[in-house]
């Protein structure tokens, strides 16, 4: 099969080309094409650099020449499938400066669907990778695909709109799009802007772990893996026009998180810091995943033990993570700007 996987230098991405060629080899040839925002790590693939299965292109999916540009494949044949997974992701990021997450979130995948049109009418399957978030907060139950999107945040609002718009080139094209709502995602290669890389490695180094509100806000945490092995089951096995939800059925609250990653690194619960509360904070999120459940997949994850070897990765990987706290400059001019608010 022949990928194009964008924002494939982030978090998710990365794990997903990763676990690609792990499980296909040298049958699989991907693409990636990735901006290098601050959230993009070339150096994540570096074991595939120079490989003739995979080729890099540095390029926006909101600009119509770079994404032609990928879609000539690896070797100027094409490819067979999307995966779009490019797109500016921190909440508390959104609410300091929404432009660009429209500019990507929204206009970049109109840009990708229409530069499909043009460059790969043969197209077997194009998966927008959307969000729990853009159904909005849940007091009781779960959603389901059918649940109407109600956004509460510019970040899950900018989603939203890309979901329905990878959705309209289905209904309008009939282009072969697959939307997926994928809960909180957690492993190895994540942002340390993000509760679990944030908190975990705060700790390591004795800095306070600033928990938003009460602390009692509740996310479903889905490991990356899962996360990734079913992205590759709908690839196969779901059908065009449709969404998928992909929870990781572990709801907690986020202090008990917090409690758990402090006792894996073996530091006292002082380190927890409450701090004001983030603005529009969504309570809970909670999916409903019978429809993927029915089709077929299965998971296979443990979440304590999946939330141990995520920190023990942390714990081993140092240098990767430092260099980006300790040697970012973008990083840093984040957090003067986030806690002078706070
Ligand atoms: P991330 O922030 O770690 O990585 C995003 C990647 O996209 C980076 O490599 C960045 O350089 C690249 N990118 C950003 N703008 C781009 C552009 N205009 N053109 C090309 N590349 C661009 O994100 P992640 O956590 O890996 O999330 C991946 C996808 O999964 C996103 O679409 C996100 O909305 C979705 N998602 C994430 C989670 C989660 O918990 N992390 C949960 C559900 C859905
Ligand atoms: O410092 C923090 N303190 C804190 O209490 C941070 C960074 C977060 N939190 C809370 C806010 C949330 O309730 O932890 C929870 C998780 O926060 P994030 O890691 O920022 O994730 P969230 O806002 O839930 O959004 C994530 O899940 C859905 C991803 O960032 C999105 O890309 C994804 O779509």
Redesign the pocket.
């Known amino acids: 099969m022949r990928y194009l996987v964008t924002g494939g230098a982030g978090f998710i991405g990365s794990n997903f080309i990763r676990y690609i060629f792990n499980k296909y080899g040298a049958d699989a040839q991907v693409v990636n094409l990735d901006k290098l925002t601050y959230a993009g790590i070339r150096e994540n693939l570096a074991e595939y650099e120079g490989s003739k299965n995979y080729r890099f292109v540095h390029g926006d999916i909101a600009t119509p020449e770079d994404v032609a540009e990928a879609y000539k494949g690896v070797d100027g044949s094409g490819v067979d499938v999307v995966v779009n997974f490019a797109a500016e992701?921190?909440?508390?990021r959104s609410l300091m400066e929404a432009g660009t997450f429209i500019q990507t979130d929204v206009h970049g995948v109109l840009v990708l669907l229409e530069e499909a049109r043009k460059n790969a009418p043969n197209l077997r399957r194009f998966i927008q990778i959307s969000?729990?978030?853009v159904y909005g907060s849940i007091d009781q139950g779960s959603f389901t695909e059918s649940d109407p999107l109600n956004p509460r945040n510019p970040y899950s609002a900018s989603?939203a709109g890309g979901d329905r718009m990878a959705y309209a080139y289905a209904q309008t094209y009939g282009m072969p799009v697959v939307v997926t709502r994928a809960s909180?995602n957690f492993g190895p290669y994540q942002y340390p802007?993000?509760?679990i890389p944030?908190f975990v490695t705060n700790a390591i180094d004795d800095q306070p772990l600033?928990?938003?509100g009460d602390?009692k806000?509740i996310?479903d945490w889905l490991f990356v893996d899962d996360h990734c092995a079913a992205i590759d089951f709908l690839i196969e096995n779901g059908s065009n026009s449709e969404t998928y939800n992909i929870g990781g059925g572990n709801e907690r609250e986020?202090r008990e998180i917090t409690q758990k990653i402090l006792q894996i690194v073996g530091k006292p619960d002082s380190l927890i810091k409450r701090v004001s509360d983030?603005q529009g904070?969504d309570r809970r999120y909670s999916i409903d995943t019978a429809k993927l459940n029915n089709l077929g997949f299965r998971w296979t994850t443990d979440f304590d033990d999946a939330l141990e070897r995520t920190v023990r990765w942390y714990v081993a990987n140092e240098p990767w993570w430092r260099a980006i706290k300790e040697r970012s400059a973008e990083y840093k001019a984040f957090y003067a700007k986030q806690y002078a608010n706070r």
């Open positions: 992701t921190h909440v508390d969000t729990d978030e989603k909180n802007e993000k509760l944030l600033p928990l938003y602390g806000n996310r986020n983030r904070h």
